[in-house]
């Protein structure tokens, strides 16, 4: 009898399913750079939780227009990611971010190396919606988490980084 029973709780054990995180945004009060700063527009502002698409709000970030320019998180360890989102700017300029490239990855200068998670930003994806959603596909491990934009001016309201949390 107790071997009947220790093997109904084996299979019983073996049929649970393997435990997966909850898909949360990571991204939200973590520490933010980028490749460089116009006005007081700086890299935090993305992950502040604020979705505002209008600059004077004060809660979207802005770069020089250098020959690269990107917008990095450090999500302090890695994670798998399953899919990113950008809240674009909508006062202005929303077009800038065409070809705006998302990378997830664990090299931290790996804004041009890093795995692509989807395809660049296209003005389809700009004029559909003010933000853009981007499915890693597969998903992708990594700690840090980029958009870059060669030859224009980078600007991001926000973005939220979905992904597993191990818990
Ligand atoms: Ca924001």
């Given at each position: 009898?107790?071997?009947?029973?220790?093997?109904?709780?084996?299979?019983?054990?073996?049929?649970?399913?393997?435990?997966?995180?909850?898909?949360?945004?990571?991204?939200?009060?973590?520490?933010?750079?980028?490749?460089?700063?116009?006005?007081?527009?700086?890299?935090?502002?993305?992950?502040?939780?604020?979705?505002s698409g209008n600059m004077n709000d004060g809660s979207c970030t802005h770069t020089e227009n250098q020959a690269v320019n990107w917008w990095?998180?450090?999500?302090?360890?890695?994670?798998?990611?399953?899919?990113?989102?950008?809240?674009?700017?909508?006062?202005?300029?929303?077009?800038?971010?065409?070809?705006?490239?998302?990378?997830?990855?664990?090299?931290?200068?790996?804004?041009?190396?890093?795995?692509?998670?989807?395809g660049v930003v296209t003005i389809a994806d700009i004029n559909n919606s003010n933000v853009i959603s981007r499915q890693c596909t597969p998903e992708i491990i990594g700690r840090y988490v980029s958009v870059s934009l060669s030859h224009e001016y980078l600007s991001l309201c926000e973005v939220e980084v979905w992904g597993d949390d191990g818990n």
């Open positions: 009898m107790y071997y009947l029973l220790c093997l109904v709780c084996a299979l019983v054990y073996l049929t649970i399913p393997t435990a997966t995180g909850r898909i949360v945004n990571l991204s939200g009060g973590t520490y933010a750079t980028q490749s460089s700063v116009y006005g007081n527009k700086v890299a935090e502002k993305a992950v502040d939780g604020r979705k990095k998180v450090d999500l302090g360890k890695h994670f798998k990611i399953k899919y990113v989102r950008l809240y674009n700017r909508q006062d202005c300029c929303k077009e800038r971010l065409n070809g705006a490239n998302i990378r997830v990855g664990n090299n931290t200068y790996g804004w041009l190396t890093n795995p692509q998670c989807g």
